[in-house]
């Protein structure tokens, strides 16, 4: 094996960048890696704190104090309805709005994707107070099918964007010849276009509902019965006076919390054969 010292000045320096480069990585995993493994140890761990660490001894105490109705099930069962309903709205609003945007050139393409791709980076607390304010004026305040409007709306022009370029890597000699058997515009898109462009549906789902289930401060602010509240939202409750937290309670609730989320990441990957096709994605 050549030694360090007879290497030439070039590589000692691409073996230094990718030691650094290396380190780099290390450092970035463990900066995800680390709160990830407190949650875990803490939810099984009787006397759990901030502190990442092996428990003394493993209990399901912290579950048990968790899964009830009040706690845990009626806010995940919201959640559901929440971001399951959004995001269905989400991905059917996208498809018929990128179908049009994909197939037929138009100058005013453009101008609308950069516009809705600007709708994207507005932040949501700058445009909350007028949607309140609109949402007391037509009675949806306070309403679950009012907020799943707004979870939909607030995620659809990132989807279109995304269902678009997708959209784009479907041959358009497929529909043609749909067309030449009498099928419609919307036959085609729903039994030819969509089948095949699946892993980007499933993209545009998959991030759709994790984007609506870890948002806290829609529903915080447009639900007011304690009884509508999702899980996003109720998990404040575990955050009680002068700062007192049961630590382990509030990690067994993260790790049911986070369950529907893994379950659909892997449901979908399996189905589409373990991974998503992005390419279609950054497409253009």
């Known amino acids: 094996m050549t ?6 000045p070039a590589s000692r320096r691409t073996i230094r960048h990718r030691l650094a480069a290396d380190f780099g990585l290390l450092v970035v995993a463990a900066t995800f890696v680390l709160p990830l493994a407190w949650v875990v140890l803490s939810s099984v761990d009787p006397q759990a704190n901030l502190t990442v660490k092996l428990p003394d001894g493993v209990t399901l105490d912290n579950f048990d104090a968790v899964l009830t109705p009040e706690i845990t099930f009626t806010p995940l069962l919201n959640s559901l309805l929440l971001c399951g309903g959004g995001t269905a709205l989400t991905v059917v609003c996208a498809a018929l709005a990128a179908y049009p945007l994909s197939r037929f050139r138009s100058r005013l393409n453009r ?8 709708a994207t980076s507005l932040p949501i607390t700058a445009i909350m107070v007028p949607v309140y304010a609109l949402f007391v004026q037509v009675n949806l305040i306070d ?3 009012g907020t799943i409007f707004f979870f939909a709306a607030s995620q659809l022009p990132f ?3 995304l269902m678009k370029n997708f959209m784009d890597g479907v041959p358009k000699e497929l529909e043609e010849a749909a067309w030449t058997d009498g099928a419609s515009s919307l036959q085609s898109l729903m039994r030819v276009v969509l089948p095949l462009m699946g892993p980007g549906v499933a993209v545009v ?3 759709s509902f994790v984007m609506m289930w870890g948002n806290f401060f829609v529903p915080f602010m447009l639900l007011l019965t ?15 006076n002068r700062g007192t937290v049961v630590y382990g ?9 986070s369950t529907p989320v893994i379950l659909l990441y892997v449901g979908v990957a399996r189905r589409l054969g373990g991974g998503f096709a992005l390419g279609g994605a950054v497409k253009g």
């Open 249 to 257: 309670q509030l990690a067994a609730f993260s790790v049911i919390y």
């Open 3 to 8: 030694d360090l010292k007879t290497r030439t």
């Open 226 to 240: 304690p009884e509508q509240m999702p899980a996003a939202v109720s998990i404040n409750e575990f955050f009680g």
């Open 205 to 207: 789902t998959v991030f």
């Open 111 to 118: 101008p609308f994707l950069l516009t809705i791709l600007f």
């Open 159 to 161: 989807a279109i964007w």
């Open 143 to 145: 309403t679950m099918q």
